[in-house]
Each structure stands twice: as C-alpha cells, then as structure tokens.
C-alpha cells in the first residue's frame, strides 16, 4: 500500500478486500497516483495512471459532445481480467479509481463497493485543509540543475 | 497540479509540449527517452495515428532525483498538434504545471505557430490558469534548416514571445536545445512550487 | 426483451414477502431487469446473487454433481434465493414469512423460461 496522505488507507485497504479485487489505484483527474494497493508486479503504474486518466477524460467529454451527462463509469472486460474506471468527488477534488479484477470477482460486485469507497472517503478525509508547508528550499536549482546534468550525461 | 507526498516526500509535476503539428514535441520526448538512463525513466506511451502523428498524447515518466529532499519526478506529456484536435489538446493540459510551446522555425509555418499559441493561451483561459503566472517556455525547434527557410530566433521572439517567456533555439532530432528547454521550464514549475503558487494535493 | 423480463419478475414480487427479484448477468453481477421494493439497492442484490451462484458453479462443478439449480441462503431475517441459468440468473429477497416452497417452485419455472 501507498499513499500520498494517510486517511485513504484505511478505505482503500477495506474497498480491495472486500471486492476481492487485484489492485487498486486513486488518481487525479490529472492522471498522478495518489495511492495504490494490490498486485502491481511489474506495472508501470505512472503509465497506467497516464491511461486510465486519459480514457475517463475522453469518454466523459465524448459524452457531452454527443449531449449526455459524462460517463461515470468506464468497464473493461478482458480474458482473463478486467478493468473498472470511474471518476468521483473528494474533498480533495476529482479523483479517478482503476481497479484491475480477474474472476475471483464480479464487475457489479467492484461498482457496488466502489460506491461504498466513495462514502468512505469523504467520511475520512480530514475536514479542514492542512495548512501549505514549505516544499523546496530557496536553492533547490543547484540540486535541480546538477540533477539534469546527471540525468542526461553532462 | 503538482502532486507533494510529505510522507514519502515526493513531488510529481506535469509537464505538457504544445504546438502545431509537426514542429517536434514527440521528437524533443523521444530524445529525452534516448539519453536518460534506463533507470530514470518510464516507458514511452505513444497513442498515434498508424502514420506516427499524434492522436492523444505521448508521455514520459522521468525521475529527476532528490532535490531539496523530496525525489522529484516530471510526468511530460505530448498534446495532438493538428487544428482538429483541440478536444483532445484540453483534456491533456488538465492540471499541467507548466507547458513548453515548441514552435516550428520555419517561415511558411509561422502562422500554425500563431495559432497554436494563441489556442494554448485560449484553452488555458478555459481552465481558469491565469497564464500571466503560468510557467511557459518557447522551444523555436528546426533552426537546423538552411537559413533562408527559416525565421531566426530573434524574429520568431518578435512574432511569438509577447509575453516575454524564456525561449530557446532547438534542433529536437539532433537533441540541441531538448536539455536547456526541459531545464528552463523545470525551473520555472519548482521555483513557482517553492512559492507556494502551485498547491501540494 | 427486458419488458418481458419485467413481467416474470412482477410475476414473483406478487407473492407475500417477497421483497425483490432481479434478472442478473452471471458474467458481470449487473442487473439486468429488476422489480424491488424502495430502499433495497438492487445493484447490491444482483452483485451478490451472481457471486454467490458463481462460487456454487465452481464448487459443484469441482464436486461433481452438475450445475446448480437453485441456491437458498437463510438469514435471521430472511432468504436471498438463485435461480442460476447459464447467461443469467433470477435473484430474490424474501422476508421470513414468505411461503419458501411456493417461490422455489415460481422461481425454478421463471428461470426455465429465461433460458
């Protein structure tokens, strides 16, 4: 399990367990993880999040285009397993949760407590925004500029 | 938005390439694929057309390392250049923390560079980014080209740069100018992090 | 199609207790027509009926004694009754004074003719 803040454990943790799901992962509708748990193996989880953020942006503004309300949910089905999409509101914002399943599991089973996730969300998300902190210190571009001299071989 | 895990203390920005089709958005991700060791970066996803042009996006996770204690990682993504594309080109700026335009050089494109900058401006007006405080860089990429097909750098600040942006020359297939544009706006999304102008989810 | 469904399943919900009966896709758990009493979430219902009847298919299967027909699982405060059919399976949610062997025997009818 991570997370980039400590109350979604607890119900990420609960959703994956109880939906018997393979793996689970929270992002920004922007496409960046903000937690993970289950099997990831060898995923490329910035490159799935990428994806999976770019499938429920695109089929929800296809179906305003068309005249709709967005698609909440986006569904996959695979041989051997499948993917859920949806997008929901947090205090935090909106977010987007992939859940990859196999047979152990049921697509209706997934959506039903993926809407208790989302209940269990808002519950725990901590009612007032934690004041900013301080983040880079003022001479973050030596380290910055030694970085990407590194990074390309200069 | 940038992205601040205080706890594993990691920060993650995203980084989007704009500009019309053709002017070398996927070519400045590709050669950063090619020169960053294999353990700094992720794979390359390109969703494109069977001819190689963009339909949705490139992207490429790289990992720029520990800077001021955090590991800091840029998610860069490419936009479709074609006119036709906007729908597409809005859904990738979504929450970019800063973009770099890359403008063809050459003279006959010079109008395709207009209009693509003034899209770019347009759709994030649309996302409520007051873009005089955006992070933005100018790439003015095929200086490379003989010279009576271009436009030089200082014509294209003049045609392009009214919001006197950094702008660097660039010759994207050969990597000239890929590093300093990447460093450029890497700079200018960290520095306004550190201003606290970019919120920590 | 589904109006057709609607009526087998108005069909049962006429029965004394009977609190819903869905028509549910095996392969996914979705709903795929419904008759329930306000309150009850359907979803829920069809989610773990097809659960349910898939884990008796494999079981059995695994055991040796053919598909499942019908599966009873009862509570304190009533049943959850499957219907498995090979495509889809009939769900319903009775109360403890349902007549048990009168719903079996409309269930195990409907789900024949839901093929």
Known sequence: MRAVEPWVVAPLRAFVAESSARLALLMTSSGQVVAQHGFVGALDLMSVAALGAGIVASSSEL???VGW???????????????????????????????VFGSETKLGLVRVFFEQLVEDLAAAAPPEEEPRREVLAADFERELNASLRALFGR | MSLVNFTTREITCKIVYYGPG???????????????PEARRGRMVSLAT?????????????????????????????VPGQVYYNATRKLVLQGADGVVFVADSQARRLEDNLESLQNLQANLLGQGVDVRNFPVVLQYNKQDLPADLILTHADLDDALNFRNYRSFPGDALRGAGVFETLKGISELVLKRLAAGGAGAA | MTSQFQAMLDGLTRLRGVRGALVVSLEDGLVVAESVMGGLKGGALAAIGATLAGRAVELSGRGGFGRPRFLHLQGDDGALLVAPGHDLALVALAGRDVPIGMLRLEMLRTAERLG
């Open chain 1, 63 to 65: 179906a305003v285009t």
């Open chain 1, 69 to 99: 309300e967005p698609f909440r949910v986006v569904a996959h089905q695979g041989k051997e397993q499948a993917h859920f999409l949806a997008w929901f509101d947090t205090p935090r914002g909106r977010w987007i949760a992939l859940v």
């Open chain 2, 22 to 36: 053709r002017s070398g958005k996927t070519t400045n991700l590709q050669y950063i694929y090619g020169r960053v």
């Open chain 2, 50 to 78: 069977q001819t190689d042009r963009t339909l949705f996006f490139d992207f490429l996770p790289i990992d720029l390392g520990v800077i001021s204690g955090f590991t800091t990682r840029f998610q860069l993504y490419t």
